[in-house]
């Protein structure tokens, strides 16, 4: 069993320092003529942040675009730096470089796909937490490198736009397909309000309730004040003289106009009894026809915002750092890869030499353990 014996390791190393410091120089010569055989990979990235375009104008009065009011749903929504990943990471994008840049020839692949999956082991995409969108791109010459890191974000800008425009042109049609509706339903429930007014002979219900109220409460105070004069008239004339009888007429006609407006007539509002239940239908009405109308006026802001965004060419992301000429290869990190390789090398030459001198002290061990076998090995 080997053991860890510094003193003893530091005897033997410097014991058989030539034939150490011949195999690490080998080892090391080796490790720098592969490191040069190596190719050189450079490295070009694109700093993206994604955000509204600042075109989102507040056409509905809240305060909002119409981008976060049409988004507002239950379940929980990728973020525009999710949104912006998944774009770079897709076919589409991937297509659209490979496509400009060639790369198919340049890689000698007969298939798409291996083209694709090429694309992505020498792309990275991270997204930090500030909300930015980083790619890098990898590739064997400085302009390809700088090529592609670019084509990233010409690309991307041009699959933002499309889909924003494809999102906006649905919303239009869905918007205009609604406000037909409600429209509709607006006139259906003005021509409701038209025919109840017709019906009742209505204008403003609370307002001529309240007018009919004051007129009646108005004939009630003439009645009394004319049955008090004419109970003080009786006491002077007599029941057949002109002057009861006048008081008397003039009371029976106003009571009559008095029993016109509880009972309902011809320029005068239904009964007291179903003043309340006319009120009530008559503002469920209205209610209807202006909540419709406020509907129609919202989906009309709305409309004309997606249209605004349909027409609209500006990404939805600005460049924060644009990709330059990589000036020094990323990879391979020769200095640190001859290093290691050299430290490799001297410790396990170093074991091997500690493994071989343990060897050898346990070789004489065995043999002068077994003397009897010499004898037998002698007499034979």
Known sequence: MLRFDLPKIARLAWQRRGWLLRVNLAVAALAVALVLLLPRWYTASVT???????????????????????????????????????VIKSRALADSLIRTSRLQQLWHEKQLRHAREKLADYTTVSTPKEGQVEVEVEARTPQLALELAQSYAKFAGMETVRLKTSLA?????????????????????????????????????????????????????????????????????????????????????????TRRIENGGQDALPGNGVLPALKQEYLRLTREQASLGSVAELLGRFYEQARVEESNPVPTFSILDAPELPE??????????????????????????????????????????????DISRAAA
């Open 48 to 86: 993206l942040v994604p955000g509204s375009d600042g075109s989102w104008l507040d056409l509905s009065g809240t305060g909002v675009g119409l981008g976060s009011a049409m988004s507002m749903t239950l379940g929980a929504q990728p973020t525009p730096q999710d949104q912006l990943r998944m």
């Open 169 to 257: 042109a649905q919303r239009r049609m869905y918007l205009g397909q609604r406000l037909d509706e409600v429209e509709r339903e607006l006139d259906l429930a003005g021509q409701r309000v038209r025919a109840f007014e017709e019906l009742h002979r209505t204008v403003s219900l609370p307002d001529q309730a309240r007018a009919t109220l004051d007129a009646e409460g108005a004939l009630q105070a003439q009645v009394a004040l004319l049955e008090t004069e004419l109970a003080a008239t009786r006491r002077f004339f007599t029941d057949n003289s002109a002057e009861v009888q006048t008081l008397r007429d003039r009371v029976d006609e106003l009571k009559r106009q």
């Open 328 to 373: 020094r290869p990323s990879r391979p990190a020769r200095g640190i890869t001859i290093a290691l390789t050299c430290m490799v090398a001297f410790a396990a030459s170093l074991g091997y030499l500690v493994w071989r001198e343990a060897r050898a002290g346990a070789a004489p061990a065995q043999e002068s353990a077994a003397p009897g076998t």
